[in-house]
Structures are given as structure tokens and as C-alpha cells.
């Protein structure tokens, strides 16, 4: 798909068919996530790439039980893909995605977010091209802070100066794929 295109087709969705998506598409994805731009070229951000529905709706109910709704200011993300924001029945902050990948980076160094950030956004765009369905969830920084999480950590070999700052999820539309909305006005000003 030619990238303006793209970057206009794509869309976050929060509803999945409950089928896996391939290895290769999955290995893709994750390249272009590498592939990110990031401070310094330092190439700092490590992907771990759930291929596992159970697990990531295991970590995805952690994902959930984190969520703060004090800190929204009267947010709403829509009827047709709800958000745990529109929502407080959703019981799973990953959806259903069938593959989620956690994406960390380390806990104190200044582009740490911006770093993960860019590579979730490569991650998404290279989905749409592959015909996937993704979605970025941000909360990533307490989900493995307790037992299961750090075993988990443990296990992934996930240093211990590095902390999880979102997930992207993967996987098939469920139902049909969301319409664009209309960009609103007055969000951009060229100054010469």
C-alpha cells in the first residue's frame, strides 16, 4: 500500500477474531519496529512478541486491573471499537488480540518513551500493510510489577534497568473494519 495511503487506512482496533496470525507477518512486524527511529541511534528498545493468546489475555487482565479511570478528563474512544475508557466492563486491556508485543526500554533514559513509541507506530503501519488489524496500549510500566511479571521477566531475560512502556497489539478485525473520522481543524500551522 503506498504510505499516505497507509497512514490514513489504518486505524485502532479493539474487537478480534479469534484466529492467530502468521509467523511471518508477526517476524515483519517486528522488524519494522527495529527498524525505528530512536534517540542517538542507540537502538535501545527490545520487542517481546506474545504469540500466545492465553498469555496475553492473562497479561492483558493485569493490563486492565491497572487502569486509573480517575485520570481521564471525560475521555471517550468510540462505539464502534470501544476502549476501556468507553467501557468498564471490558475485562481485558488487550482485547482479544491473539499476539501482543510488549515493547521495553530503559527505565531511566530521557527518550525512553518517545524511543518505544516510534517503534509501536512502525509496528502498526507495518501491520496495516500486512492486512492485520493492531491496536497501541500504553499502561505498560506497572503490568510486571508482581509475580507473574516478574517471572515472566525472568524468563524473556528482560534486563532489570528496562521497563515495558506499551504493547501493540495483533490480529483480525472482528466485524467491520472502522471508517475514518474527519480530522479536526486548526491543528497545524506552517510559519515561514
Known sequence: MEFF??????????????????????????????????????????????????????????NATKFDRSKLAGSYVSK?????????????????????????APKNFLYSIPDTFCCAENMVL?????????????????????????ELLKEWEIPDNYIAR???LLGYCEGEYPQDKPRKENRSLIVE
Open 5 to 62: 495511503n497507509l497512514v490514513k487506512v489504518r486505524r485502532s482496533i479493539r474487537k478480534y477474531q479469534n484466529k492467530q496470525i502468521e509467523r511471518e507477518d508477526l517476524e515483519k512486524i517486528i522488524e519494522a519496529g527495529l527498524y525505528a527511529p530512536n534517540a542517538g541511534g542507540g537502538q535501545r528498545t527490545i520487542i517481546v512478541a506474545i504469540h500466545n493468546k492465553e498469555l496475553c489475555e492473562t497479561i492483558g487482565k493485569c
Open 80 to 104: 464502534e471499537q470501544p476502549s476501556l475508557i468507553d467501557d468498564p466492563t471490558i475485562k481485558s486491556g488487550f482485547y482479544g488480540a491473539p499476539t501482543v508485543c510488549a515493547v521495553f
Open 126 to 150: 507495518a501491520a496495516a500493510e500486512c492486512g492485520l488489524a493492531s491496536c497501541i496500549v500504553a499502561r505498560g510500566e506497572e503490568i510486571f510489577e508482581n509475580e507473574i511479571g516478574a
Open 166 to 168: 506499551c504493547f501493540v
